[in-house]
């Protein structure tokens, strides 16, 4: 059984800020556990910009923004754990962790949960018609083509205007493909403004407001959808042979949902709140590093 | 292959769950079997969506096949279910009554159950109904408690069926479809997309073209009319009712059913849609299932919802429309059965029929039995239900069952490896075998894990892999270089 004084889940903006803040405190016991070969967690698969403004002072992309973190990082002694699930977290502050080869506990005396979040998909709406191939949540989409080089498809459809829904509009774009519109339910697109400006409006990608998916059309592979009008409830057809989902995220707090609060437990990053920017992620790292290093609590 | 064509005893038609179990059944004999699909994997038809109930044996008029069938099979589940190492819970059920019709069907379905032999039914009160499901709608005023209804993952059993037939030398053809029957001389010859088979007998187990496969060489009065029916499937947070629950309604044709399911989550369903052939769910009936999934617990959170999807059913009716509510078994001539529109409790009675038409077969052909017949398949082992103990232990002998592919699920590339490798050729042949991406995500993190696996294992291009078959490619090829 390995034994820490702080345990950290999660190496993205939170998680690693984290560490850092609490070497710098000196904590000098930290394990930082992670599902990826690197830290960095979601960072390297957002390839656009708009990081790094209140951390750096300057614009990076993500996997910039993380490559600054990881140096910081690398200034320390925090013991980095790569390709490790987090299998369950118990109150009597051990955490069990399976990797390949290894399934170990893990004794803690305080942990940090930066866990980020996962993404609301097409399943919990009430959608009729088939369940073919071709519909991925847009951070599913973000990594297949950003990291794993793939083509989804031609004719792109994106339910959600959110920042992640936007910025894939613009990705798909770039690759080439063809964005038939970006479909959002509310009166207004959902993300930030410099991502409707900088994504939708400069390249000219058609937002509809006030719609939203009602069927899915297509027996092996997606062919269309049923567009409904939230206001009249007139319906369309529209062709596609890929549907995006950005549908929110939600944060991810299922290791500790039984547990409840404890002085030993604090959250950060978007598994605590969803945050609009990666800095405001890390800010909380910091913050929550240097409290749980001096071993404060915060209020969830 | 124009060598003549390859001889068995027995030709089972269709790998679904009847497929898969008669192929199994036939093992006890020395009989030389093959077990044909049209498609790249088994259980992909109608099986891969069901209410996944294991029936107590109230619902069927005494003396019927059905009737006999479900109550025997229903007492031989644990065995079965520990032999071919497939979870099975004997949750106990309440078919639940809020108004004067549904008494008058719950009295009825009690009295029906006693006559069949259903162990331990009973009416109780809506209060005591309440003691074991504190959630229950105030208004439920009486209730059939049946404490020998389970459930059962439906497509697990059949593939576990299959590979257990497999293991006792029966041979699969996938990716088989066939196109024409003659009877020549004592044979059946069937032709094939993939040439020629003969064979001593032929069951029929086609599902939903069961009745097209009949029609190929004998005249029958009997068709399928599908029916379709719309289900949601809740997370495993839901607050969930831990005994099956089954709305009986006041007007004919608006029940429920609610399963807490072997894997955790809550199946709600279904609405039925008559003469639909499309695995479409539809907005009234998904409409319909949320009003009536609240109506039984009206704290349900439906934002607990992951998916919804639609299920076929193959209706067995007359040409001239009239319905067919008992099995229908077709035997033509010696040697030829047909099982044609096996609906509801098909699931529960799948064994049963196998091992029926097996034996009918094997007096048939006069088979001897076959002393060899192993009864017993070892299921791929799931991480997921070991002890840290034997977890750490498992994972340090095999190191891919500590890595982790499937969060939700808690599924390793261990366990997706066996699934592959055990006749997985698709992303969702392996959701079927070790229920990757069959939690809250579904599969947004870990299809694209999976999909490499399967290219990785199969040797196939990524753009080669789908989600279940033909058509569901989920990658476009990549042209030219990066």
């Not at chain 1, 390297?44 to 923004?65: D, I, K, N």
């Not at chain 2, 009936?285 to 998916?307: F, H, M, Q, Y």
């Amino acid at each position: 059984m390995a034994v820490c004084d702080l345990l950290i889940i999660g190496a993205g903006a939170a998680g690693i800020s984290a560490a850092v803040s609490a070497w710098n405190a000196g904590c000098r016991d930290i394990l930082l556990v992670d599902r990826g070969e690197a830290p960095g967690g979601i960072l390297p698969q957002c390839r656009h910009e708009g990081f790094g403004m209140a951390s750096f002072g300057h614009e990076l992309t993500g996997p910039e923004y993380a490559a600054h973190l990881i140096q910081q990082l690398s200034r320390t002694d925090v013991r980095f754990l790569p390709q490790t699930e987090v299998l369950s977290v118990s109150e009597d502050r051990k955490a069990i962790v399976s990797s390949r080869g290894t399934v170990d506990q893990i004794a803690f005396a305080r942990l940090i949960l930066a866990a980020g979040c996962r993404e609301h998909q097409i399943g919990s709406l009430p959608v009729s018609g088939t369940r073919p191939a071709g519909i991925f949540t847009a951070g599913q989409a973000q990594e297949m083509i950003n990291l794993r080089h793939q083509d989804l498809g031609d004719e792109i459809l994106i339910l959600g205007s959110g920042d992640l829904g936007m910025i894939m509009a613009r990705r798909f774009t770039l690759e080439g493909k063809h964005v038939i519109a970006v479909l959002e339910q509310q009166a207004h697109y959902g993300g930030m403004a410099r991502n409707y400006h900088r994504c939708i409006e400069a390249y000219q990608i058609p937002l509809r407001t006030g719609v939203t998916v009602s069927e899915i059309h297509g027996r092996g592979r997606i062919s269309g959808v049923t567009i409904k009008n939230l206001e009249t409830g007139t319906r369309e057809y529209s062709a596609c042979d890929t549907l995006v989902t950005a549908l929110g995220l939600i944060p991810e707090q299922t290791l500790v949902q039984d547990i409840g609060e404890r002085d030993w437990l604090y959250l950060a990053g978007n598994c605590r709140h969803v945050h609009d920017i990666a800095d405001s992620a890390s800010a909380e790292g910091i913050l929550v590093g240097e409290c749980a290093a001096a071993g404060l609590h915060l209020g969830a | 292959m124009m060598a003549g064509a390859e001889s068995f005893d027995v030709a089972v038609i269709g790998g679904g769950l009847l497929g898969c179990f008669a192929a199994r059944e036939l093992c006890r004999w020395r009989l030389k079997t093959v077990l044909v699909e049209t498609r790249g994997d088994v259980c992909t038809g109608i099986s891969r969506a069901n209410t996944a109930i294991v029936y107590p044996g109230y619902d069927h008029k005494p003396g019927t096949l059905k009737a006999e069938m479900t109550v025997r099979a229903n007492a031989g589940f644990e065995q079965l279910c520990r032999e071919l190492d497939v979870p099975f819970s004997r949750c106990g059920s309440m078919m639940l009554s809020f108004g004067e019709k549904a008494d008058a069907v719950l009295r009825k379905k009690y009295l029906q159950g006693m006559e069949n032999h259903v162990p331990g039914l009973r009416l109780i009160s809506g209060e005591e109904a309440r003691e074991h499901e504190a959630t229950l709608n105030p208004d439920v005023r009486l209730a059939l408690y049946s404490p020998t209804a389970g459930t059962v993952n439906p497509w697990q059993l059949g593939i576990a069926a299959c590979e257990n037939a497999i293991q006792n030398g029966v041979q699969l053809r996938l990716n088989t479809s066939v196109t024409g029957i003659l009877a020549d001389s004592g044979v059946y010859r069937l032709q094939t997309d993939r040439g020629e088979l003969s064979a001593r007998a032929v069951v029929n187990c086609a599902g939903l073209s069961a009745d097209r496969v009949h029609a190929l060489l004998f005249p029958s009065d009997i068709r399928i009319a599908p029916t379709a029916g719309d289900y949601l499937l809740l997370d495993r947070t839901a607050a969930k009712p831990s005994h099956i629950l089954q709305y009986e309604p006041e007007e004919k044709g608006k029940g429920l059913t609610m399963v807490p399911t072997v894997g955790g989550s809550l199946l709600v369903g279904p609405s039925e849609r008559e003469n639909s052939l499309d695995y479409a769910a539809s907005e009234d009936g998904l409409a319909s299932v949320r009003t009536l999934a609240k109506k039984l617990i009206p704290e349900l959170n439906l934002e607990d919802t992951i998916r919804s999807f639609a299920a076929v059913r193959p209706i067995p009716q007359y040409r001239d429309g009239r319905r067919i509510n008992s099995f229908v078994i077709e035997h033509p001539a010696s040697g030829f059965w047909s099982l044609i529109g096996i609906r509801t409790p098909g699931l529960t009675c799948a064994r049963e029929l196998g091992l029926h038409i097996a034996g009918q077969l094997a007096y048939e052909l006069d088979a001897q039995s076959n002393p060899a017949f192993n009864p017993v398949r070892k299921g791929i082992p799931r991480v997921h239900e070991l002890t840290f103990a034997q977890r750490k232990q498992f994972a340090a002998q095999l190191p891919d069952f500590g890595e982790i592919v499937c969060i939700c699920e808690d599924v390793s590339k261990g366990e997706i490896l066996e699934a592959i490798r055990r006749g997985a050729v698709t992303v969702d042949g392996v959701k079927r075998r070790v229920c990757t991406g069959m939690g809250r995500c579904q599969g947004a993190r870990c299809q694209q894990k999976v999909l490499e696996l399967l290219s990785r294992t199969l040797q196939i291009p990524e753009h080669a892999v789908t989600k279940d078959g033909r058509g569901s490619e989920i990658l476009r090829e990549r042209h030219g270089s990066l």
